[in-house]
Nanobody
C-alpha cells in the first residue's frame, strides 16, 4: 500500500490550496481518513478526519476554513484549505486506516509542504 500526497505549495495569506492523497495497492476497503500537519519546530497535530460514512471533524483552528472530503472510487482524500493564514504553514500528512491484502493497517503519506507567506 502506498499513499501519494500532492497539492502543497506557496500561497499568500487569504489564499486557497487543495491537497490530495491517493491510496494505491491491494486495498479491500478504507475506514477513516485523516490529515495531520507538522509546523517547523512543533509536534505533529491532527487536523481533520472523515469516516467511511462521511462524517467529518476538525481541529478548532481550521473549522470554517478547511473542508475534508473523499472519493471512495479513487481511494483519495482531499483537504480544501481556504482563508489560509501564516500559522497554517506546515508539512501536511495524510493518514489512512484501511484493509489490504496483508490485513488491517494505518498508513501515512510522505507529506506535502504548505507555506503561507506574503
Amino acid at each position: 500500500v502506498q499513499l501519494q500526497a500532492s497539492g502543497g505549495g506557496l500561497v499568500q495569506p487569504g489564499g486557497s490550496l487543495r491537497l490530495s492523497c491517493a491510496a494505491s495497492g491491494s486495498i479491500f476497503s478504507i475506514n477513516a481518513m485523516n490529515w495531520y500537519r507538522q509546523a517547523p519546530g512543533k509536534q505533529r497535530e491532527w487536523v481533520a478526519i472523515i469516516t467511511n460514512g462521511g462524517s467529518t471533524n476538525y481541529v478548532d483552528s481550521v473549522k470554517g476554513r478547511f473542508t475534508i472530503s473523499r472519493d471512495n472510487a479513487k481511494n483519495t482524500v482531499y483537504l480544501q484549505m481556504n482563508s489560509l493564514k501564516p500559522e497554517d504553514t506546515a508539512v501536511y500528512y495524510c493518514n489512512v486506516d484501511l484493509y489490504a491484502l496483508g490485513g488491517r493497517g494505518v498508513f501515512w503519506g510522505q507529506g506535502t509542504l504548505v507555506t503561507v507567506s506574503s
